[in-house]
């Protein structure tokens, strides 16, 4: 007897979640994504599918390279930085057992989408060369091209240091309380030298167009934020962000997250996304 083709899709569903998340860097733009492979799925003869996985991977891939190269013309002119949606560990736990973090997301952003669609299918979601050259139309010889480019850009970004979880939220509750309070010198402590900034707000509330970049930047920053919002400043939750150690905070009116990036016990990055049609699915406890 034939399975079920509805229980069939259901049972690949996550994993088409999660890959068309990672193409799109949008939650809302990969339920669409999914929602249409489930269309053509039902329409598709399933008695000549001989193996629907690889079937509904290659429908999924082809609609997100369509979308990404109309999402590149958007983000041109997108306002100020663009940032992934963040993920919420472990309420997004289905988006993501496959260990990329947004700082390798945002590396992502880099390749083209053919880099970026032979990157994911082979590196992440472990697919042949050969299949992925069917997907994309490209030759099993220019695919394997298109993976090592898209490698050598990934691999620059590749975290080099990991904390445990606890020691994670403890310094990222610590970052918080600094920030709030206006502690200049427990800030000088937890930043990296050469620590950045990177903000959404998606030309829907205030926020900072050009990436912050100097620890001594970011600290009269943040006394100045201090000074101006610090009674307005609500910790939420400490959270895991798309693999990232960070928070959910309010600011006054403002929901927003904050994921921070850390090596060698430092932060060296930190990743603000206050764009509220981002933050739609966020639930913080």
Avoid at 95 to 101: F, G, I, M, V
Avoid at 172 to 192: K, P, Y
Wanted: some cysteine; overall charge neutral.
């Amino acid at each position: 007897m034939r399975p079920d083709p509805t229980i069939t899709f259901q049972a690949q569903r996550p994993r088409l979640l999660r890959l068309a998340y990672r193409m799109l860097g949008s939650r809302t733009e990969a339920e669409d994504i999914v929602q249409e492979a489930w269309l053509r799925w039902q329409g598709g003869d399933h008695g000549v599918i001989l193996d629907p996985a690889a079937w509904l991977t290659r429908v999924v891939s082809r609609l997100c390279l369509d979308q990404m190269r109309s999402a590149r013309m958007r983000r041109e002119t997108y306002p100020g930085t663009w940032l992934p949606e963040p993920l919420i560990e472990p309420e997004d736990d289905n988006l993501r057992p496959d260990n990329l973090t947004l700082t390798l997301m945002m590396a992502l952003e880099r390749l083209s989408p053919l880099e970026r669609a032979t990157f994911l299918l082979h590196d992440v979601f472990g697919q042949s060369m050969d299949e992925i050259a069917i997907t994309i139309g490209r030759s099993p010889a220019a695919t394997r091209q298109l993976a090592a480019r898209a490698r050598a850009h990934v691999q620059i970004d590749r975290p080099r240091y990991q904390m445990s979880r606890d020691s994670a939220e403890s310094l990222a509750r610590a970052f918080f309380e600094a920030c709030r309070s206006g502690d200049a010198r427990a800030l000088a402590t937890m930043l990296a030298e050469g620590a950045s900034l990177r903000a959404d707000g998606g030309g829907k509330v205030s926020s900072y167009p050009n990436v912050i970049e100097g620890a001594d930047h970011l600290i009269r920053l943040f006394l100045a934020l201090a000074r101006k919002y610090g009674a307005q400043m609500d910790l939420l939750e400490a959270v895991v962000i798309d693999g990232l150690p960070g928070f959910v905070s309010r600011v006054g009116d403002h929901l927003q997250t904050t994921a921070l990036q850390i090596e060698a016990g430092r932060i060296t990055a930190i990743y603000i996304t206050r764009n509220p049609d981002k933050l739609t699915g966020l639930r913080p406890h």
